[in-house]
Every structure is written in C-alpha cells, then in structure tokens.
C-alpha cells in the first residue's frame, strides 16, 4: 500500500489540539453503512407497511436464522404469523437489526455492493470533508484544508471485502491509498468529519 506508514501516529498528535473527526477508514464504514441503508426498505418498522416487508424480507431460511440470532425464536414467528399476538417494541428492534443483516449479507453475497461502487469501473464520487478545527487555537490550525471531491476507483472490491470481514487495518490502509492520491499534504486528510459517496 502506498501513503506514510507513520500518518495515523503524525495526525494523531494534532488531533490532540482539540480537531473534531474521525479517521479516514471508519468514516468510510459509516458511508458504506449508509449506502447499504439507503438501499433498503424505506417504511420504519415501526409502521404496519415497513414490519409486514421486512417479515416478508426474512421469509426464508437464512432470514428465520437471523431472527433467530436475533432472539427470535420459531414458536414467536408462528404466534404473529397467526395473529395470536403482534412483535412489542422491543421484538421490532430485533426484527429490524435481523432484517439489516440480512441485507448487508445478501449485498456482499451478491456482489451488488462492489458493482454498485465501481459502476462499470467508472467508479464513485467522494466527498471528504475535512476536520472542524473550530475548537483549535489558531496557532495549532492547519491552513488550507478545504473540501474535497475525487472519483474513485479500484479500490471497491477491496473495501467492500474489508467491510464484510470488518477488518479495520485493511480499510484504514485502502483511505491511505485514497488519500494518497490528493496532493503532498494528504495526511491533512488522514481524519476527517465525514465522508459522502455519490452512489
């Protein structure tokens, strides 16, 4: 991988001066977690409309095992299924947390995730904002540090790997490798507030 082996430790320091953000990699977790949501059931589970789909959803299989891991258990399933009682509060979190699972497993499994990314190897748009260094004293600020906006690609079978396997060393080398690619001062980019993909 390319960038600076020491760039987390180097940033890290001034982070110490009171900039507000997070590391590159984990704010790419939180997008790729909002893509795969955004691409989901829309209705709330907690209306008729969003529980009844995402029964329908995890009407399988695999679905029942996740509901399971969930704390679902078959004799409940069979219960609302013949209308003898309705999921509480509390059984709809866990239908939506097994439903989200669900999904995120199907998109990884399926490949769409990595298709959607690369879009056709044209890759994504991504915006990277940048640290808030309204709370840094003046004298420890980093000047120039503005919005970014890059196409990126070849990096989304990689990540999408990574983030199915949680692996948090790699995602944070696969941003070193974004970010290398902005100019010399890419590690003023090594955290930031957040970052947006335009897919």
Known sequence: ??????????WGEWQKADARGLKGGEALILELNR????????????????????????????????????????RTLRSWARGKATPS???????????????????IKSGWLTRHLDNDGRGS???????????????YQR???????????YIWSDLVDAWATRNQHLIDEIW??????????????????AIGISA
């Open 1 to 10: 991988m390319t960038g600076s082996p020491d760039l987390w430790s180097r």
């Open 35 to 74: 893509v795969v949501h955004a691409s989901g059931i829309v209705s709330p589970v907690t209306s008729k409309r969003g529980l009844a789909a995402r029964l329908r959803y995890l009407d399988s299989p695999a679905g029942r095992s996740a509901l399971s891991d969930q704390g679902v258990t078959s």
């Open 89 to 107: 509060t509390a059984s709809r979190e866990r239908i939506d947390a097994a439903y989200w699972a669900r999904r995120r497993e199907n998109l």
């Open 125 to 139: 748009r991504m915006e990277i904002y940048p640290v808030d260094q309204s709370h840094v004293e003046a004298k």
């Open 143 to 153: 000047p120039n540090i503005s919005q970014r906006s890059i196409t990126v690609r």
């Open 176 to 193: 070193d490798d974004v970010i290398s690619d902005l100019d010399s001062d890419y590690a003023a980019y090594a955290y930031v507030s």
